[in-house]
């Protein structure tokens, strides 16, 4: 069994475990804030503003959360920030139940979004170094990242919609306040699967560039992708409210993260032939057809088969793209190559999530799904840019698929516990 084999590497299992615990919250704080703003204020463009602001500037602060670990270590950075980051999210609820202005809403959701610890990042950055020179295994374990993510984005609608409607507007966000802190301490104790701290020390040569040639069309993907997520999630909330059952939003949430961990299973099983930026260009292309419908869905009941049929095209996207992304990542700058194309999906969810709030408002909610559906048309054309810049790789200038490079000096400090 793939998924057995590599989980079977020293100390995978462990950060694999509390990794998926620390992520759990991603698909929970976005959908948290939109609950709690428009349950105590009653507005859906402000609760897509409050939660823009909050994702932008996780993707805005991603790329320098992503050069300090690789500089300074996971543990070094992953602790402070989730500190900071749900002490910002507990005085966001604070201070939309107390009828601050928005300018503090916004503030404080910036705050939480900018040290919001960027555990996938981390995590993935793990596997390739562990599994350096073992593709096959990579693939299987970005494969199993995958699933782990919709795993989250199964349980987090849930339990978030369930805690925010029945119990209060703010327990779904408290909640995921709760698990980030637990799992990002419980993930930055084990130092010892921790990529090596990459040194600065002029000595050493210079520090390989990032592959844009690669980066670029992945991140336009990623944009793409993010513009989706973020629009879905307020269109789905909106419609099931329209439909005067704003509980089922995460259901119809869930059943759509579901079928994307069903595919993302079944990805991870697939041993591949062709390059992860072929499968990028294909995947992002089904999956612009597939959610052409959206705009059009009358029933709650309809809704949720469509939604299981666009949740299949979601794992394998996302997994192509982090393949094609880490493919021509330079190996001292990989957390840092990740950090991009997060960052490239963060702005995304800020956007789609704005948008959307203020379509649904303006516009209505059939109107709202445009917005995914628009997004994942010029994702797939980004996809196709990788065709003219070549397929992801060793590009010139990274490095091969070891720790260490000779070749332009780079040089790492071992772990503290190694």
Known sequence: MPYRRVLAHAGARSFFLTGLLARAPMAMIGLGIVLLVEGVRGSYALAGLVTAAFVLSEGALALVQGRLLDRFGQAAVLVPATVVSNLSLVGLVVATTSGAPLALLLVLAALGGATFPQVGSAVRARWSFLLADRTAEKDTAYALEGVADESAFVVGPVLVTVLATTVHPTAGLLTAAVVALVGTLGFSRLRATQPPVRLTDDSVGPVAPLAWRSLLPATGVAIGLGVLFGGMEVATVAFADERANQSAAG???????GASLVAGVATGLVSWTVDAATRMRRFTAAFALVV?????????????????????????????????????????????????????????VASGAALAGLVVEELGVSAAYAVPVVAMALGALAAQVSRQAGSPGRVAGSLPDTPISPRVGATFAPPADQ
């Open 251 to 257: 259901l119809l949430l869930a059943l759509w993260a």
């Open 292 to 348: 052409l419908p959206l705009p059009f869905v009358p029933t709650l009941t309809l809704m949720a088969g469509l939604l299981l049929l666009v949740g299949l095209a979601v794992a394998p996207t996302l997994i192509a793209m982090v393949s094609a992304v880490e493919a021509g990542a330079p190996r001292d700058r990989l957390t840092e190559s990740l950090a991009v194309a997060h960052t490239g999906l963060a702005v995304g």
